[in-house]
């Protein structure tokens, strides 16, 4: 906790570091109650400055020799978080030795336990908790490390880099690791515990073999298959897509309980939350297989896109995150279906990084300022900073793509580099000017595309005029134009795309069919358009922009049924969904015999991807149609979405039972593409099936018993929670609970469905399950499955009338930034949305973070996003 307001840090003020540490020695000594950390490191200074700044916090130092000789209090200095040695000259050895608790350690940075097991998380700043050091990523060190605990409780013992010796003297444990890679220290892992080991083996294109290696806690040992079977497959797609071949003789990954995010790439030894890697059928669910795929996946391509080439400092954190999350994105689509990926990436762009920009955080995918990093690890620096690479991507094209990242490697391998860097390998492997395109990694907020289109019949010409603009955010105005890929289809009356062949061929790409939109301003037109079209714009979601073009309803309806690229087919529907909110809200709604039509084509279409289907049926979610309007109320916004719901469960309610009862066939599962689409279909029938009829709950109560997998089994409880009565959801509740009381994992997913619903999951409800046995203050999964849960699905209730809603997230806020600062301060996000709510909502919001501010010593973390919130 913090005495003084805590200071910005600037891009503008990096400096290169005044010494390197070539080499990094470590020794671990595991205690009872505390750790002793010596460490040895080899300075050596790079240009004339001789000050040596190392970071610390929360440590004990019991030792400090400079080249053999101790040190006194008076040989250095200590600032806020930091030891100075000053007067140095070129090479230097150091010597030190601190004490630390991981015991006491609730924050999970730095070392730290987790159940009967000792771990690590150092990204970003959690290494100078471990022993005084240069934390910063641009520090890049060989790393050896020795740990030594009790042989019995602790036989495994890990660190980074290969195994090189193993001992066991009077009852201890010995195990030595080298890393022969130099890296930052954020990369820095250990691990100690009683764990089991699954084994596999990957030979790499170049026929190395490797040793892939799952530790988990013995109980957990039937849930690793899925996990390295990703694994496998990233490795075998990173050679084919990008050439990037795996470089140690080990690759190991560790499943901990207690963790702030989902997983971290660590060299050779990544880390993983338990949730973000364990699987079997009767517990995971499809939606959790797939996340898994993509977070293994995520965390082995950082190998390259992360480890090998690092980060400068931390404003660039979007150049290993924004690249690292385009190239999972590339890995799954390629596992699954292409297109149901992109509508997922798109929709949580929308919903989230959307509101992200027009709210208080707003910040470029390459910030020029921070007060606690831990805050910057946002859906603006991952996903705004993929959908910025995938520009790239589009704009230069698959080959010209894989030359850029091929030269970006090979110019940059061992080093820590920038954004910038990036950009101009690509450049120059390709022999382009993207001066403009940069403005994308500087310029903050969501960029605005008004269209307007005009045919001439006569002279069988469209025009289509487009301008753009990017509001304001906090400290930035004034935005010039972008460089905006628009990739574009026109489609005839009978459903076929029409040659596309603007007058301006210098903007467009045949390839892509990109149209490559510069100015404020710009017109494009077209020559030789037969019939007037319907015009597709931003296909594959081209661009991270809103789009203002009004297609009339009939033109929606026909690019549902038509248009030949899925996303915008989906987009199409989902505004036709909004429309009908709309009118739901305005008290207008009824369906059309022309919107029924189009819906029935869709649910019969059994040509079509079943996955695909499902997301063509689904309505969008209450805070997608928030992040739709300029001001919202929830609760109005929820009453409608239902009425919509309630409408479309009706109309089609024969469809929907005859397609719940033609795909739920046995069998058994299969955690794959195929099968994962068909219970998706299936499951969404059985929900809207059940809205409209009591068959329908007959039904999901049948499967919730006989279900052989979570998938099926979550589904028919989420369905009698939502549409059931209230006893059949207690009911079935309580049974789900004696079932899965063991599997802490399971248990989530049970406060999920609960705390998320908008049934059940009301104020006085959460602050009951609160209480709950199984309720854990210090398990970040087990707050995000209640608090995180209330305040992001159960939208009615956390915007409740009352205010109670506000009330129990700031006072949950208030307790784990005592404990937890980095839980607390992602917490928060809800409540600082307060300028787009309804005047009432909005102003019992602003008190709540009022309320955060009265109540001082507040850390970092939860401090900057509540003062940014009340500016
Ligand atoms: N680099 C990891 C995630 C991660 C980020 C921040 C953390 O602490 C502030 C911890 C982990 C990834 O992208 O997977
Ligand atoms: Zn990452």
Same mark, same amino acid.
């Given at each position: 906790?913090?005495?003084?307001?805590?200071?910005?840090?600037?891009?503008?003020?990096?400096?290169?570091?005044?010494?390197?540490?070539?080499?990094?020695?470590?020794?671990?000594?595991?205690?009872?109650?505390?750790?002793?950390?010596?460490?040895?490191?080899?300075?050596?200074?790079?240009?004339?400055?001789?000050?040596?700044?190392?970071?610390?916090?929360?440590?004990?130092?019991?030792?400090?020799?400079?080249?053999?000789?101790?040190?006194?209090?008076?040989?250095?200095?200590?600032?806020?978080?930091?030891?100075?040695?000053?007067?140095?000259?070129?090479?230097?050895?150091?010597?030190?030795?601190?004490?630390?608790?991981?015991?006491?350690?609730?924050?999970?940075?730095?070392?730290?336990?987790?159940?009967?097991?000792?771990?690590?998380?150092?990204?970003?700043?959690?290494?100078?908790?471990?022993?005084?050091?240069?934390?910063?990523?641009?520090?890049?060190?060989?790393?050896?490390?020795?740990?030594?605990?009790?042989?019995?409780?602790?036989?495994?013992?890990?660190?980074?880099?290969?195994?090189?010796?193993?001992?066991?003297?009077?009852?201890?444990?010995?195990?030595?690791?080298?890393?022969?890679?130099?890296?930052?220290?954020?990369?820095?892992?250990?691990?100690?515990?009683?764990?089991?080991?699954?084994?596999?083996?990957?030979?790499?294109?170049?026929?190395?073999?490797?040793?892939?290696?799952?530790?988990?806690?013995?109980?957990?040992?039937?849930?690793?298959?899925?996990?390295?079977?990703?694994?496998?497959?990233?490795?075998?797609?990173?050679?084919?897509?990008?050439?990037?071949?795996?470089?140690?003789?080990?690759?190991?990954?560790?499943?901990?309980?207690?963790?702030?995010?989902?997983?971290?790439?660590?060299?050779?030894?990544?880390?993983?939350?338990?949730?973000?890697?364990?699987?079997?059928?009767?517990?995971?669910?499809?939606?959790?297989?797939?996340?898994?795929?993509?977070?293994?996946?995520?965390?082995?391509?950082?190998?390259?896109?992360?480890?090998?080439?690092?980060?400068?400092?931390?404003?660039?954190?979007?150049?290993?995150?924004?690249?690292?999350?385009?190239?999972?994105?590339?890995?799954?689509?390629?596992?699954?279906?292409?297109?149901?990926?992109?509508?997922?990436?798109?929709?949580?762009?929308?919903?989230?990084?959307?509101?992200?920009?027009?709210?208080?955080?707003?910040?470029?995918?390459?910030?020029?300022?921070?007060?606690?990093?831990?805050?910057?690890?946002?859906?603006?620096?991952?996903?705004?900073?993929?959908?910025?690479?995938?520009?790239?991507?589009?704009?230069?094209?698959?080959?010209?793509?894989?030359?850029?990242?091929?030269?970006?490697?090979?110019?940059?391998?061992?080093?820590?580099?920038?954004?910038?860097?990036?950009?101009?390998?690509?450049?120059?492997?390709?022999?382009?000017?993207?001066?403009?395109?940069?403005?994308?990694?500087?310029?903050?907020?969501?960029?605005?595309?008004?269209?307007?289109?005009?045919?001439?019949?006569?002279?069988?010409?469209?025009?289509?005029?487009?301008?753009?603009?990017?509001?304001?955010?906090?400290?930035?105005?004034?935005?010039?134009?972008?460089?905006?890929?628009?990739?574009?289809?026109?489609?005839?009356?009978?459903?076929?795309?029409?040659?596309?062949?603007?007058?301006?061929?210098?903007?467009?790409?045949?390839?892509?069919?990109?149209?490559?939109?510069?100015?404020?301003?710009?017109?494009?037109?077209?020559?030789?358009?037969?019939?007037?079209?319907?015009?597709?714009?931003?296909?594959?979601?081209?661009?991270?922009?809103?789009?203002?073009?009004?297609?009339?309803?009939?033109?929606?309806?026909?690019?549902?049924?038509?248009?030949?690229?899925?996303?915008?087919?989906?987009?199409?529907?989902?505004?036709?969904?909004?429309?009908?909110?709309?009118?739901?809200?305005?008290?207008?709604?009824?369906?059309?015999?022309?919107?029924?039509?189009?819906?029935?084509?869709?649910?019969?279409?059994?040509?079509?991807?079943?996955?695909?289907?499902?997301?063509?049926?689904?309505?969008?979610?209450?805070?997608?149609?928030?992040?739709?309007?300029?001001?919202?109320?929830?609760?109005?916004?929820?009453?409608?979405?239902?009425?919509?719901?309630?409408?479309?469960?009706?109309?089609?309610?024969?469809?929907?039972?005859?397609?719940?009862?033609?795909?739920?066939?046995?069998?058994?599962?299969?955690?794959?593409?195929?099968?994962?689409?068909?219970?998706?279909?299936? /499951?969404? #029938? *059985?929900?809207?099936?059940?809205? @409209? =009829?009591? $068959? !329908?709950?007959?039904?999901?109560?049948?499967?919730?018993?006989?279900?052989?997998?979570?998938?099926?089994?979550?589904?028919?409880?989420?369905?009698?929670?939502?549409?059931?009565?209230?006893?059949?959801?207690?009911?079935?509740?309580?049974?789900?609970?004696?079932?899965?009381?063991?599997?802490?994992?399971?248990?989530?997913?049970?406060?999920?469905?609960?705390?998320?619903?908008?049934?059940?999951?009301?104020?006085?409800?959460?602050?009951?399950?609160?209480?709950?046995?199984?309720?854990?203050?210090?398990?970040?999964?087990?707050?995000?499955?209640?608090?995180?849960?209330?305040? /992001?699905? #159960? *939208?009615?209730?956390?915007?409740? @009338? =009352?205010? $109670? !809603?506000?009330?129990?997230?700031?006072?949950?806020?208030?307790?784990?930034?005592?404990?937890?600062?980095?839980?607390?301060?992602?917490?928060?996000?809800?409540?600082?949305?307060?300028?787009?709510?309804?005047?009432?909502?909005?102003?019992?919001?602003?008190?709540?973070?009022?309320?955060?501010?009265?109540?001082?010593?507040?850390?970092?973390?939860?401090?900057?996003?509540?003062?940014?919130?009340?500016?």
């Amino acid at each position: 906790m913090r005495d003084a307001q805590p200071k910005a840090i600037q891009l503008a003020d990096y400096r290169a570091p005044a010494y390197e540490v070539t080499d990094t020695h470590l020794r671990f000594e595991l205690h009872d109650g505390y750790t002793l950390v010596h460490s040895n490191l080899s300075l050596k200074q790079n240009g004339d400055e001789t000050e040596l700044l190392l970071n610390g916090q929360d440590l004990e130092l019991i030792s400090i020799k400079l080249d053999g000789k101790l040190l006194s209090e008076a040989d250095y200095t200590t600032a806020e978080e930091a030891l100075i040695l000053s007067g140095l000259g070129a090479s230097h050895t150091l010597e030190m030795t601190t004490r630390i608790y991981p015991e006491k350690n609730t924050a999970l940075e730095g070392l730290y336990r987790s159940g009967g097991m000792y771990c690590t998380q150092c990204e970003a700043e959690g290494f100078r908790r471990i022993t005084y050091y240069p934390d910063r990523p641009d520090v890049m060190s060989v790393f050896t490390t020795e740990i030594i605990a009790d042989a019995a409780r602790y036989p495994v013992l890990l660190s980074n880099g290969n195994p090189v010796s193993e001992k066991i003297e009077d009852g201890k444990k010995h195990v030595v690791w080298h890393d022969p890679h130099k890296k930052p220290a954020y990369l820095f892992a250990l691990v100690a515990g009683d764990l089991q080991v699954r084994d596999d083996h990957f030979t790499t294109c170049s026929g190395r073999e490797v040793l892939l290696r799952i530790f988990v806690e013995p109980q957990n040992v039937d849930k690793t298959e899925y996990a390295l079977d990703a694994l496998k497959r990233s490795m075998r797609w990173d050679e084919e897509v990008y050439g990037r071949e795996y470089d140690l003789d080990i690759f190991m990954i560790v499943a901990v309980d207690d963790f702030n995010m989902g997983a971290m790439e660590n060299k050779g030894l990544n880390i993983f939350n338990s949730s973000c890697v364990l699987a079997n059928p009767a517990t995971a669910t499809d939606a959790a297989y797939q996340r898994i795929e993509a977070i293994v996946a995520h965390e082995y391509f950082h190998n390259w896109s992360g480890n090998r080439v690092t980060c400068r400092d931390w404003f660039q954190l979007s150049l290993k995150e924004g690249f690292t999350v385009f190239r999972d994105a590339g890995f799954s689509a390629d596992m699954n279906s292409a297109t149901v990926k992109r509508i997922e990436d798109a929709t949580m762009l929308r919903t989230v990084q959307f509101a992200e920009d027009g709210g208080p955080m707003a910040h470029p995918v390459q910030p020029d300022s921070y007060i606690e990093i831990s805050n910057f690890y946002t859906v603006t620096i991952y996903e705004k900073g993929a959908e910025v690479v995938g520009m790239l991507h589009k704009i230069l094209g698959e080959e010209g793509f894989r030359k850029g990242s091929d030269l970006y490697f090979e110019r940059h391998d061992g080093q820590a580099v920038t954004i910038n860097e990036f950009v101009q390998a690509m450049e120059d492997a390709n022999d382009v000017d993207l001066t403009q395109f940069r403005l994308w990694y500087k310029q903050s907020g969501t960029p605005v595309v008004e269209v307007l289109t005009q045919y001439d019949h006569a002279a069988e010409r469209l025009t289509l005029n487009l301008r753009q603009y990017t509001p304001d955010t906090p400290g930035q105005t004034d935005k010039k134009p972008l460089w905006i890929p628009v990739q574009l289809g026109l489609i005839g009356h009978d459903g076929e795309d029409m040659e596309v062949r603007p007058d301006q061929p210098d903007f467009w790409t045949e390839d892509s069919q990109v149209l490559h939109f510069r100015e404020a301003e710009q017109t494009f037109s077209f020559g030789g358009v037969v019939e007037e079209p319907v015009v597709s714009l931003f296909r594959d979601f081209s661009a991270p922009v809103r789009i203002h073009y009004q297609h009339s309803q009939s033109a929606l309806r026909f690019m549902l049924q038509h248009d030949s690229d899925g996303f915008n087919r989906w987009d199409a529907g989902q505004q036709l969904m909004l429309h009908w909110i709309e009118l739901a809200e305005k008290g207008r709604f009824k369906f059309t015999q022309d919107d029924i039509d189009a819906l029935h084509t869709v649910i019969n279409d059994v040509e079509l991807d079943p996955a695909m289907v499902a997301y063509l049926l689904a309505l969008p979610s209450e805070s997608y149609i928030a992040e739709s309007r300029p001001q919202y109320d929830p609760v109005a916004i929820h009453k409608a979405r239902e009425q919509v719901m309630a409408a479309l469960a009706d109309t089609l309610s024969d469809d929907f039972k005859a397609c719940y009862q033609r795909l739920n066939v046995s069998g058994d599962y299969q955690p794959v593409p195929e099968d994962m689409a068909r219970r998706s279909l299936k /499951n969404l #029938a *059985l929900s809207y099936w059940a809205k @409209a =009829d009591a $068959e !329908g709950v007959e039904a999901a109560r049948l499967q919730f018993s006989s279900a052989d997998n979570m998938t099926d089994q979550m589904a028919a409880l989420r369905t009698l929670v939502a549409h059931g009565n209230q006893a059949e959801a207690e009911q079935a509740l309580a049974e789900f609970y004696t079932q899965w009381q063991q599997d802490s994992l399971v248990v989530n997913q049970w406060l999920t469905v609960q705390c998320g619903s908008s049934k059940l999951g009301t104020p006085a409800h959460i602050r009951q399950l609160l209480e709950h046995e199984a309720f854990d203050w210090r398990n970040p999964n087990k707050v995000r499955s209640v608090i995180g849960a209330f305040a /992001n699905q #159960a *939208l009615c209730h956390f915007h409740g @009338a =009352d205010g $109670e !809603g506000y009330k129990l997230l700031a006072d949950a806020v208030t307790r784990l930034n005592e404990s937890n600062p980095q839980i607390a301060s992602r917490l928060l996000t809800p409540l600082t949305r307060w300028k787009r709510l309804v005047p009432n909502q909005s102003q019992m919001m602003k008190s709540e973070l009022q309320r955060i501010m009265d109540h001082g010593s507040l850390s970092k973390d939860v401090y900057e996003v509540v003062s940014k919130s009340l500016m």
